[in-house]
């Protein structure tokens, strides 16, 4: 459609400026061929202006995504790592054979949002911004009332949004209070299915967030700060049991996870761990130089100190992690 304009709007420009009149002589075939060869300038044009679904627009950035992992996720060394590879894996399949579905677990504040921002910005020139990236949180799917509807209009979504652009990017918050039966909706398109309804899903990307595991994975943390051990040393098998079948199982909450782990569907489960004041310190500075501000350690550890710590003995974990930061820093500075 977009090419279909930009000819329209050469041959107006053509017809409008005289162009055809002038050239009367001259055979149809030559202002024909001029006017594809303009439309094709035109293209170039649009394509350079407005977002489209060529490589100009969405290229992976493996360094990049790399290099912000490591300098801009603070205190997730575990999450950094599988995030890197298993995106990474996947980008560089010509051919996979089902999306990208990964599941993003921890406390409030530990950066699974960020995380997922991360990905976006290296793999689309616009990042978040881009119209090949969708979020739907809860607020989208208040009524249960209305579950016929959103039904039918995530998967109108699904099927338009990948018709429109293949590499498109689901971002799911607040998946353990999403109900089952959205859920269930949502799992065919995560499979194996060469086409679904005619359309191919398998250069998509899902991403669901949620705190599920949270309070595990952050008992494997304190275990380890109890032992006198370094976080650095925590490894993904150390916090795989927070994240096993079981936990979720036990839980209302987990429902829906028992529903994707049952069929494989999910590839990668991704750990999050709670923040520490020295994250949050971190996560300060980072903030005032987003802000334009210049870094001032005085204000951000004014601001990390009357910050909630929790376990109510220790307070070693930040308890909104490194949430609500931007706006506490515009009242300590
Ligand atoms: C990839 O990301 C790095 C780090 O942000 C950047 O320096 C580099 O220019 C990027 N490469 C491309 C091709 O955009
Ligand atoms: C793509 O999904 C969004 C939801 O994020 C929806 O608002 C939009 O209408 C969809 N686009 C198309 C072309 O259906």
């Given at each position: 459609?977009q090419?279909?304009?930009?000819t329209?709007?050469?041959y107006?420009?053509l017809?409008s400026?005289?162009f055809?009149?002038?050239?009367?002589?001259?055979?149809?075939t030559?202002?024909v061929?001029v006017?594809v060869?303009l439309?094709?300038?035109?293209?170039?044009?649009?394509n350079?202006v407005?977002?489209?679904?060529?490589?100009k627009?969405?290229?992976?950035?493996?360094?990049?995504l790399?290099?912000?992992?490591?300098?801009?996720?603070?205190?997730?060394?575990?999450?950094?790592?599988?995030?890197q590879?298993?995106v990474?894996?996947f980008m560089?399949?010509?051919?996979?054979?089902?999306?990208l579905?990964?599941?993003?677990?921890?406390w409030?504040?530990?950066?699974k949002?960020?995380?997922?921002?991360?990905?976006a910005?290296?793999?689309?020139?616009e990042?978040?911004?881009s119209?090949?990236?969708?979020?739907?949180?809860t607020?989208?799917?208040l009524?249960?009332s209305?579950?016929?509807n959103?039904?039918?209009q995530?998967?109108?979504?699904?099927?338009d949004n990948?018709?429109?652009?293949?590499?498109?990017m689901f971002?799911?918050?607040w998946m353990?209070?999403?109900?089952?039966?959205?859920?269930?909706?949502?799992?065919?398109?995560?499979?194996?299915y060469e086409?679904?309804d005619g359309?191919?899903?398998r250069?998509?990307i899902?991403i669901?967030?949620?705190n599920a595991g949270?309070?595990?994975?952050?008992?494997?943390?304190?275990d380890f700060w109890k032992a006198?051990r370094d976080?650095?040393?925590?490894?993904?098998?150390h916090?795989?049991?927070a994240?096993?079948?079981?936990?979720?199982?036990?839980?209302k909450s987990?429902?829906?996870?028992?529903r994707l782990i049952?069929k494989n569907?999910?590839d990668f489960?991704?750990?999050?761990l709670?923040?520490?004041?020295?994250?949050?310190l971190?996560?300060?500075?980072a903030?005032?130089?987003?802000k334009?501000l210049?870094p001032?350690q005085?204000?951000?550890?004014?601001m990390a100190?009357?910050m909630?710590?929790?376990p109510?003995?220790?307070?070693?974990?930040?308890l909104?992690?490194?949430?609500?930061?931007s706006?506490?820093?515009?009242?300590?500075?």
């Amino acid at each position: 459609m977009q090419a279909t304009y930009a000819t329209y709007f050469v041959y107006y420009v053509l017809i409008s400026s005289g162009f055809v009149n002038a050239f009367e002589p001259i055979s149809t075939t030559f202002v024909v061929g001029v006017g594809v060869g303009l439309a094709a300038v035109g293209r170039t044009i649009y394509n350079y202006v407005y977002e489209s679904c060529d490589s100009k627009w969405i290229a992976f950035n493996s360094t990049g995504l790399k290099m912000a992992l490591d300098r801009k996720l603070f205190g997730q060394h575990v999450a950094s790592r599988v995030i890197q590879k298993a995106v990474t894996g996947f980008m560089n399949n010509k051919n996979p054979k089902k999306p990208l579905v990964l599941s993003l677990h921890g406390w409030t504040g530990t950066g699974k949002n960020f995380a997922s921002q991360l990905i976006a910005e290296n793999i689309y020139k616009e990042g978040m911004a881009s119209s090949c990236v969708h979020q739907f949180g809860t607020t989208h799917f208040l009524l249960s009332s209305q579950l016929e509807n959103y039904k039918s209009q995530l998967q109108q979504w699904f099927k338009d949004n990948v018709t429109n652009c293949p590499r498109s990017m689901f971002i799911f918050k607040w998946m353990d209070q999403m109900h089952p039966g959205l859920i269930d909706c949502i799992k065919p398109y995560l499979g194996y299915y060469e086409y679904l309804d005619g359309v191919s899903y398998r250069q998509a990307i899902f991403i669901f967030l949620s705190n599920a595991g949270g309070e595990q994975i952050t008992q494997v943390a304190l275990d380890f700060w109890k032992a006198g051990r370094d976080r650095e040393e925590i490894k993904l098998q150390h916090l795989e049991p927070a994240l096993s079948l079981s936990v979720f199982n036990n839980k209302k909450s987990g429902l829906w996870h028992t529903r994707l782990i049952d069929k494989n569907l999910v590839d990668f489960f991704i750990p999050f761990l709670p923040l520490e004041y020295r994250h949050v310190l971190l996560c300060g500075m980072a903030e005032m130089s987003a802000k334009g501000l210049e870094p001032d350690q005085d204000v951000v550890d004014q601001m990390a100190k009357d910050m909630v710590y929790f376990p109510k003995s220790e307070k070693i974990f930040s308890l909104m992690g490194c949430k609500t930061i931007s706006v506490k820093l515009d009242y300590y500075t």
